[in-house]
């Protein structure tokens, strides 16, 4: 029982939108609760960090030309590619891949798959613009990110890759929705700081205000990912 109490308490203050509010009351006034508080707070609103993620292309990550030409299906390093040997079957290990690209799974996997499920073809568009644009994405997901960074995208892409490959799901899809849930994969957390919409709304962070507190992180990153593949013709995978 003071277990199942102490879960309920822990839902119910996960549940209310004052969790990172300067005037969040901590239940009981716990002093270990109101400090937690008080310092997420002052890590958000400290310096420059108000400005770091608003949308905007002083902001973005770049890619050098020689990264973006060197990387291919063609040349893939042989501990790379034995750690993409099953990347069809649900038990795949992404942090072995983690491993081998040195944090950089989301090019490689993603050339794979999207070579799988013919993307290139579909889309009409060469292999070096698709490498261009998961090098770009890539770039923009934060590698200090404990969990939203391009880790956890290839994750998400590999996991969902695996479900179209289902006859029941296979026909219910053609070849665009596949690809349009492949690419949401990919960019689901672009340039994601590490905070909840909650979180940035309370602390008055410039992406909120950006979005007047409405879906913030959702609207920041369907329009970075747009912007990203729209600035240069090497980066556009689909040509509208």
């Given at each position: 029982?003071?277990?199942?109490?102490?879960?309920?308490?822990?839902?119910?203050?996960?549940?209310?939108?004052?969790?990172?509010?300067?005037?969040?009351?901590?239940?009981?006034?716990?002093?270990h609760?109101?400090?937690?508080?008080?310092?997420?707070?002052?890590?958000?609103?400290?310096g420059p960090?108000?400005?770091?993620?608003?949308?905007?292309?002083?902001?973005?990550?770049?890619?050098?030309?020689?990264?973006?030409?060197?990387?291919?299906?063609?040349?893939?390093?042989?501990?790379?590619?034995?750690?993409?040997?099953?990347?069809?079957?649900?038990?795949?290990?992404?942090?072995?891949?983690?491993?081998?690209?040195?944090?950089?799974?989301?090019?490689?996997?993603?050339?794979?798959?999207?070579?799988?499920?013919?993307?290139?073809?579909?889309?009409?568009?060469?292999?070096?613009?698709?490498?261009?644009?998961?090098?770009?994405?890539?770039?923009?997901?934060?590698?200090?990110?404990?969990?939203?960074n391009?880790?956890?995208?290839?994750?998400?892409?590999?996991?969902?890759?695996?479900?179209?490959?289902?006859?029941?799901?296979?026909?219910?899809?053609?070849?665009?929705?596949?690809?349009?849930?492949?690419?949401?994969?990919?960019?689901?957390?672009?340039?994601?700081?590490?905070?909840?919409?909650?979180?940035?709304?309370?602390?008055?962070?410039e992406?909120?205000?950006?979005?007047?507190?409405?879906?913030?992180?959702?609207?920041?990153?369907?329009?970075?990912?747009?912007?990203?593949?729209?600035?240069?013709?090497?980066?556009?995978?689909?040509?509208?």
């Open positions: 029982m003071p277990v199942t109490e102490a879960l309920d308490h822990v839902l119910e203050i996960l549940r209310t939108t004052e969790l990172y509010s300067p005037q969040f009351d901590a239940k009981d006034n716990d002093p609760a109101i400090d937690l508080v008080e310092d997420l707070m002052a890590d958000v609103l400290r960090s108000r400005n770091e993620y608003v949308l905007s292309t002083k902001n973005l990550q770049q890619v050098s030309s020689s990264v973006i030409t060197s990387t291919s299906l063609h040349n893939v390093p042989s501990q790379i590619t034995r750690a993409m040997e099953n990347e069809e079957f649900w038990d795949f290990d992404i942090f072995e891949l983690e491993a081998a690209t040195h944090k950089r799974p989301l090019i490689y996997l993603g050339l794979k798959i999207f070579a799988r499920f013919g993307v290139c073809e579909v889309l009409k568009c060469s292999e070096t613009t698709l490498r261009s644009w998961l090098q770009i994405i890539e770039a923009n997901y934060h590698a200090s990110n404990p969990y939203h391009s880790t956890h995208s290839a994750d998400v892409l590999h996991a969902t890759a695996y479900f179209p490959c289902k006859e029941r799901i296979k026909r219910t899809l053609d070849p665009l929705d596949e690809i349009a849930a492949l690419i949401a994969a990919t960019v689901h957390d672009l340039d994601h700081p590490g905070r909840t919409n909650s979180f940035l709304c309370n602390a008055g962070s992406l909120a205000i950006l979005y007047n507190d409405t879906a913030v992180l959702e609207r920041h990153i369907a329009a970075l990912a747009f912007q990203l593949t729209t600035r240069d013709d090497m980066m556009m995978i689909q040509h509208l």
